[in-house]
């Protein structure tokens, strides 16, 4: 049973039209009532400490108690955070500009401070690039990211201008990304995310692996903006599901290139995995990270760091129709208390 003080928060602050939405969508798509929906709904919120969301998307109407009980749900979700990682050093990863240089030994991409960078500043990130990346620091899920083009100004002192001006704070050179991952989507920079757990007894480990792609003609690869979700196995670097996406969508081939996702190698997976394993020992106390990894033929490098990284891709129900079980059992081998 989730803390009452998280159930007291999540009523507070529930977004019942999304839970009524969620509850329309799931007694579609299983032809069972909505009232049942409902009820389901509210007892699964209660006794697992899911969302309406973690119902839908972990597809909750086709399981049992026993496999329900399996998932790392928003409540526990919450729990892991609180058990592993230290609110006081959680700046290091949430402030991207701390980020930066905390990581800087992982972080191989040319950037600038947009309110304090002059226009030698912002020329020299540019060089020969035809496009930079725009980012809000204060956003997630991809929000506000915009790919600036140089094609779409006169100068680059126009460019620089519009920069200036955007409100947003960093902006970043383009990583050109290994020719493997742009042919299943090369609109994108298609990251890859591991999720590590470091246990004082056994040390750091990878919970699981995904690749997160675009799509839709979209340049970025959050799953919140329209991308998808593909899990990776951690041993052998190989796409193992098919993709998957916000509203729940399962795709055998990507949408826009036709590309077959299962069976994909992942390029210089041993060493995406060295990476994030070397990243830990940065800031141990937060011992529960998401790490994105950027892949390039030159070099590996980290996107950024989630403090709470979310469990949903590995959980959705078209990531687990053969086990029907959830990440938790996992967890509680390097994770005590939970």
Known sequence: MPK????????????????????????????KPKLFILRDVVYCGLKYGASPYDYKIFGFEELNR???AT??????????????????????????????QEYKDFVKRKWINVDEASFDDFVELVGDA???????????????VEKVK??????LESMYEYVKNSGKKLAEEVVIQHPDLAAIYPYSLNTCRLVTVLSEEKGPHIMYAII????????????????????????????CGPGCD?????????????????????????EVKSLVMEATKVHPELALLGWDVAISTTDLQLIEANDYPGN?????????????????????KYVKGI
């Open 4 to 31: 009452l003080s998280f159930l007291i928060k999540r009523i507070r602050y529930l977004d019942y039209k999304a839970m009524f939405n969620a509850v329309d969508e799931v007694s579609r798509a299983s032809h």
């Open 66 to 68: 026993a496999q329900r």
């Open 312 to 332: 949903e891709p590995m959980q959705m129900k078209g990531h687990i129709q053969g086990t029907k079980q959830g990440l938790l059992p996992e967890y509680r």
């Open 246 to 270: 916000y509203n729940v969508n399962t795709y055998e081939c990507h949408p826009d290139t036709g590309v077959k996702l299962e069976g994909i190698q992942i390029p210089r997976w041993e």
């Open 130 to 144: 035809d496009a930079i990346m725009l980012k809000p620091i204060d956003e997630a899920g991809g929000k506000g």
């Open 212 to 239: 997160r792609i675009g799509s839709h003609g979209m340049e970025i690869d959050n799953i919140s903006s329209g991308g998808m979700y593909c899990p990776i196995n951690v041993e052998t670097g190989v796409i």
């Open 71 to 100: 998932f790392v749900t928003r409540s526990r979700a919450y729990d892991l955070d609180h058990l592993l990682n230290d609110p006081a050093a959680k700046h290091y990863v949430n402030n991207k500009f701390e980020f930066l």
């Open 150 to 155: 140089r094609k779409n100004f006169d100068s």
